[in-house]
């Protein structure tokens, strides 16, 4: 399991597209408060500089998550996991645990490069540091939920963007549905990526019978 | 080690096996030969447990490959044709992975890598086509199992690292290992395995030990190898 986690997530570090997403995603918030950041924001009347980066943050992040994912994570599914998980003797579920938890890597990592732009902007609107980063543990709790749907769509897609696709629109909708439900975006968090813990239980419970055997269509 | 019982495979309409019995030592070295279609890579693949039979019992070494499969699949590696994603990763990390999976050396994985004609240092997805299944094959050598079932091993080196490849499936299969390989060329086949088996239409129909079997397709260009 460890010789798995340890490739999984090395094969995560090695997508140029997770240094990119973490540049692309920080820098359109940087813009943000350069471009609006000193004065009355438009977008929101009476809304905090701060409270508006929140809402970005939030709006791009259930784009940039899924495909933060999709883009990054290790590309076998169907037969290829099954030779995969044959040639190292490692049930599929475990692969799949393994790709799961690395999965969430590059949206964490992407959560955490806008750190320092959120930081900044909890200045500018002289909100509590504890505030920011509480709220900034939320946003990083999402990434569990983005993972574990954009691994289960990645396994049973045969294209990248129709997975990425997939993923983002359920991402969409389980955030929407978890906010609705429960006002509280860190509740909403914890309840998504309990919910996304337990479709990614299912995906590697269902993975030693899926992808125990090749399909064998042909001789 | 290995017992193979009334083995069929079907699909839809085309039977792949049809009763294949056999028996391989510990230590063994089995030869398949047959014609294209003959069912050499099915054979090869349901002992990899990669593929269910049909009907018919296999154990390896006492276990059954339907229902202990966990137990059986440490003790088996395959390598066939297919091609390996690199996701990134250079030849040697990949081999390294499998050592350490398989909880082998990992200071196997480079010499391995060069055993097979490929260099460590490569980006796998820089390999060429033809050169890229040899990750498969130094793969299972990795692994270093009691069976190892190579699907035309020789079909995919060249001239240069054939004989260090012979050298160290000799030394393997002397340490103990189960060797089931299918092969087209003779020369390749008599140093290296007691045993020849010939299958045709999905059954075995000469098993010796005087590499009779083989002489049958040696004038068969290699390219039609592969079934």
Known sequence: MRAMLIREALVVARRPAVVSIVVVYSGLLALFLSAWGGQRVPMLPGATVYAQLQLLQCALLIVVMPWAAARTVATERADDLVRLSAILAIPPSRVIIARLLAAAIAPALVVAGALPVALIAQQMSAVPVSRALADQITLLTFALPAAVVAVWWMQISSDRLLGWLGATASTMLLVTVARFVFPGALTAAVVAAACAMAGGAMLASRADLWWRHLRGESA | ?227
């Open chain 2, 1 to 227: 080690m290995i017992a193979v019982r009334q083995l069929t495979k079907a699909f839809r309409a085309t039977t792949a096996l049809a009763g294949v019995d056999l028996e391989i030592g510990r230590g063994e070295c089995l030869a398949i030969v047959g014609s294209h279609g003959s069912g050499r890579t099915t054979l090869l693949r349901i002992l990899a447990t990669l593929m269910r039979p049909t009907s018919g019992r296999v154990a390896i070494n006492g276990l059954d490959i339907a229902s202990d499969l966990s137990q059986v699949r440490p003790l088996v590696a395959y390598s066939g044709h297919d091609r390996i994603d690199g996701n990134g990763l250079r030849v040697d990390e990949y081999l390294r992975f499998v050592a350490s999976a398989r909880k082998r050396p990992v200071a196997s994985a480079e010499s391995i890598a060069a055993i097979v004609g490929l260099d460590p240092r490569a980006p796998i997805a820089t390999l060429a086509e033809a050169v890229q299944p040899r990750l498969a094959l130094a793969a299972a050598l990795v692994a270093s199992p009691a069976v190892l079932l190579l699907d035309e091993p020789f079909h995919l080196l060249d001239a240069g690292p054939r004989p260090g490849f012979v050298r160290w499936l000799l030394a393997a299969r002397d340490a103990g290992a189960t060797i089931v390989l299918s092969a087209s060329v003779a020369d390749d086949v008599s140093e290296l395995c007691q045993r020849v088996a010939r299958l045709e239409a999905g059954r075995i129909v000469d098993v010796d030990a005087s590499h009779r079997a083989v002489s049958a397709i040696d004038s068969r260009p290699p390219e039609l190898v592969g079934a």
